[in-house]
């Protein structure tokens, strides 16, 4: 018998077959399941392998250029969380973590998974790739850097001149690709690709 586990309260119940469009509730806590969403593999394919190509000049790009007394200063997302290290490590771990090794390991994962896909083929790595996916996808927050980036830059406005640079053109691309991955996933399917030999 296929089953399923309630993520938040743990009910074991058998796995409904569903028409696409249609969602499959807990009959405990009435939480959502799993949708029936059949995921693009090619699209999320092209979206990971794009973000990919992306994420070495949206890190390594000076982000902005801050003109003050005379002097320029250039610093990009790398840049700003070592900086971090001598005073709030954490913080620093926090950010390099969430905004850097989290959604370029999501995008490897998802580049990965999908080709599996693509190319109808079983690795046993793929079991373990489809699990840290799905951890993943709660720690890759590359939008709370952007948008604590943007505040900080509004209040750093009426103080120095601001210059955006590319890799902040480069760095909400890269962004826009990350939420499109995520909002085409589909963990079920994915897995449903991984068991169904
Ligand atoms: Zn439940």
Known sequence: ???????????????????????????????????AKAANAKKILALALTALLLAPP????????????????????LQGALLLIDFAPIVAFVVIFCAVVAPVLLAACMCFSSACIVLNKRPRLLSPVLKMTSLLIHWSMLEVYIVSFMVALFKLNSYADLYYDNGLFFLVALLILNMSMICEYSNAYYWDFFTNE
Request: proline residues 2%.
């Open 1 to 35: 018998m296929n089953t399923i586990i309630c993520r938040h309260c743990d009910l074991v119940s058998e796995r409904p077959v569903l028409t696409k469009g249609y969602v499959a509730k807990c009959a405990r806590c009435q939480h959502t399941l799993y949708k």
């Open 58 to 77: 949206a890190f390594s790009f000076s982000l902005v250029s801050v003109h003050l007394l005379g002097v320029t200063e250039q610093t990009n997302l």
